[in-house]
């Protein structure tokens, strides 16, 4: 019986290794490809149905702006010193809907880091990471929110617009390739850690059974 736990254990470890590897490689990547991104980030007042539907309101507002200020954009750095300096006019963009609403919430936008979950959109997904964003907040900022890359302009790109868009604004196609399996990506993690407590599993029954035998 010891014996074939050892082999398990070694199978298990090979299994493991070779998973961390392509986790590695994955998380490498991922953090290549967050630092060329630029993500949309609108936070809803509240849940209610008119807070949520205001949120649409404003994504679109801000994004047509976005959109003006980031037209012939190709680099990171270029869209983010544009928004960075257009930050107030930004806000204002929304407001202006929010007024037009009969609404009295405050509109707040802001550049920053964040980390973001695992993300599918029309025709693509995000791995997790910690990203870059835009961040619009309506009121108290207690509903639910929505998503987009800012930049490259993927906000309302089709599936079959997408690789040539993103390219077109600094991507590599070996982003594009990231971005098109990182929901693959993102169930190898989870793998990887159920091979972890697997391996410490069989590892721990190695050592009670040897203990017993000693």
């Avoid at 991922?30 to 630029?38: P, V």
């Avoid at 920053?112 to 964003?133: D, I, K, R, V, W």
């Avoid at 868009?165 to 850690?193: F, I, K, S, Y």
């Amino acid at each position: 019986m010891r014996i074939f736990r050892t082999i398990a254990a070694s199978v298990l470890l090979a299994a493991l290794s070779l998973s961390l590897l392509s986790y590695g490689w994955a998380v490498n990547r991922q953090t290549q490809l967050a630092s060329r991104l630029l993500r949309l980030h609108v936070v809803a007042n509240s849940d209610a149905a008119a807070d949520q539907s205001l949120k649409l309101e404003v994504r679109d507002a801000v994004l047509q702006r976005a959109d003006s200020l980031l037209e012939g954009v190709h680099s990171l750095p270029e869209a983010r010193e544009r928004l960075s300096a257009s930050l107030p006019e930004l806000a204002e963009a929304g407001a202006a809907v929010v007024r037009q609403s009969g609404k009295d919430q405050r509109v707040r936008v802001r550049l920053e880091y964040a980390p973001f979950p695992a993300t599918a959109y029309e025709g693509f997904s995000l791995p997790a990471g910690t990203y870059q964003a835009l961040r619009v907040e309506l009121g108290r900022a207690e509903g639910h929110n929505w998503w987009c890359v800012l930049f490259p302009s993927l906000c309302l790109v089709g599936a079959e617009e997408l690789s040539e868009t993103a390219m077109a604004q600094g991507l590599t196609e070996d982003d594009v390739a990231l971005m098109e399996q990182a929901q693959t990506r993102c169930e190898l993690r989870w793998r990887c850690v159920e091979l972890w407590e697997e391996l410490r599993t069989a590892l721990r029954a190695e050592r009670q059974e040897g203990a017993k035998s000693n």
